[in-house]
């Protein structure tokens, strides 16, 4: 019997709460203690849902990892081989296509945590604060409209001598 996924998103962000600089942006910029971290979850998550934007840019590390793509360009789903799924949210449901996994990893970018998060699909956030400013860019969430969402911290770590600090929130 199928059971709800828990479904994690995982981001870094700058000090001022950009993801990248632009949608072609890689993350080359966040700190290898927050790469060991990420690539620890991922090795512990079912399955990993990205956008087509982020999957594009990491296309490569992903290769050896199970993932669902968003992408407008198919209608509902198409399986491309057995560890790649490109998937229209809106043409599916995707609490069913999520449904067979126990932990789901939701990478981003923008568009893809937005989704999950304005459709109440997200249950805990790993959210990494890298010591810089990119003074624009892409915001982790961007709603079209006003959504009020409450997290609750459960904890704080710092990850290096130059600051890099690792929340990890609930939603309540
Ligand atoms: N700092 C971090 O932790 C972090 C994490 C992840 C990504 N990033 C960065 O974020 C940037 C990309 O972010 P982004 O917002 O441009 O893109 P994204 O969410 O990665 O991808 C957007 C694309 O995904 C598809 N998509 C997303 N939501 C969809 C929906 N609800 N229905 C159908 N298709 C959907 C569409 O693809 P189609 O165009 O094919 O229709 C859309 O153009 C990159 O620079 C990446 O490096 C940073």
Redesign the pocket.
């Known amino acids: 019997m199928n059971t709800s996924p828990i479904i994690i998103a995982?981001?870094?962000?700058t000090i001022d709460g950009k993801?990248?600089?632009?949608?072609?942006?890689?993350?080359d910029w966040?700190s290898s203690e927050d790469k060991d971290f990420l690539h620890g979850l991922l090795d512990k998550s079912d399955v990993i849902v990205?956008?087509?934007?982020?999957?594009k840019?990491?296309q490569k590390p992903l290769a050896k990892r199970n993932c669902v793509?968003?992408?407008?360009?198919v209608r509902t789903t198409a399986r491309q081989h057995d560890n790649l799924l490109f998937c229209?949210?809106?043409g599916v449901d995707i609490r069913t296509i999520l449904s067979p996994y126990k932990t789901v990893a939701v990478?981003?970018?923008?568009?893809?945590?937005t989704?999950f998060l304005e459709n109440d699909l997200l249950n805990e956030l790993y959210l990494t604060i890298e010591p810089l400013v990119f003074g624009r860019g892409?915001n982790i969430f961007e709603s079209m409209t006003a959504k009020e969402v409450k997290f609750h911290l459960f904890s704080v770590k710092k990850l290096n001598r130059k600051g890099s600090i690792l929340l990890y929130y609930r939603i309540v």
Do not use: C, D, K, W
């Not at 990205?50 to 999957?55: A, E, F, M, S």
């Not at 793509?69 to 360009?73: L, M, N, P, R």
């Open positions: 995982v981001a870094a962000v993801i990248a600089l632009h949608a072609g942006h890689s993350t966040t990205v956008g087509n934007n982020t999957y840019v990491a793509v968003f992408t407008h360009s229209n949210p809106s990478l981003g970018g923008t568009q893809t945590y989704y892409l």
